[in-house]
């Protein structure tokens, strides 16, 4: 079972492509993963990466499709896996599908975790973290014993820049720009699958399930 996750950040897709992962047994693959993975086992193509991303650049496409590729000639794949960050714009997506249709392949489920932007906002800007120990709160969701303090070490919690809502409305903007075309692009293709985000996460997985199947 080959499946891309689709959604905003902060739509949860990461928190669904973990679960479906352990439920079907198959590698959850991140680009970031992939990056850090070969750049730590000094292969050619992370070197390549390295290069990159030590001067601050973006990754190129084309060898961000290496890096991805070469990942599912992993044993773990040979069932499937679950693709999550890429791809992120339409030359992506047809870039992905050449390559997987050359070894005679194609993803079976495009699965978009929608959730408005208003959602994702609040959602996002209600998380505090501590820059201590780690640990992640929410205000409403998950908070902590007494405000503004973690629970585990007793620092103050912050919020970071990635969450204030002005940064969240800019990178929904680019999403909005550049990502939400893969959703159209899927549905061209039959193999696009829509799930209400909104929900709580157990209820989300389960229509999730229902689509993939038991």
């Keep these: 079972m080959k499946v ?6 902060g739509a949860g897709k990461g928190t669904q492509a973990k679960k479906i992962a352990d439920k079907y047994q198959i590698p959850h ?31 190129p496409d084309e060898l961000t499709l290496e890096l991805i590729m070469d990942r599912f000639k992993e044993p773990d794949c040979k069932n499937g896996y679950v693709l999550d960050g890429f791809p ?30 208003e959602n994702i906002i609040s959602r996002m800007s209600g998380r505090r973290a501590c820059l201590s120990c780690g640990a992640t709160y929410h205000i409403v ?3 902590t014993k ?33 990502t939400q075309p893969l959703i159209e692009y899927y549905t061209s293709q039959g193999k696009l699958a829509e799930v209400d985000g909104t929900q709580e996460m157990e209820a989300v997985f389960e229509a999730i399930v229902k689509i993939l199947g038991a």
Aim: charged share 30%; aromatic share 4%; glycine share 8%.
């Design 146 to 178: 007494v405000e503004g303090v973690c629970d585990r070490c007793g620092e103050k919690l912050v919020l970071r820049d990635d969450d204030r809502p002005e940064t969240v409305e800019k990178r929904l903007g680019v999403y909005h720009s550049q």
């Design 4 to 9: 891309i996750m689709l959604g905003a950040p």
């Design 88 to 117: 992120r714009t339409i030359p992506q997506a047809e870039a992905l599908t050449r390559a997987l249709e050359e070894q005679g392949e194609s993803i079976d489920y495009a699965v978009n975790v929608e959730v408005p932007d």
């Design 29 to 59: 693959i991140s680009t970031g993963d992939i990056f850090r993975a070969n750049i730590k086992n000094g292969t050619e193509l992370g070197t390549k990466a390295k290069a990159y991303m030590d001067q601050g650049l973006l990754v």
């Design 141 to 143: 969701h998950i908070p």
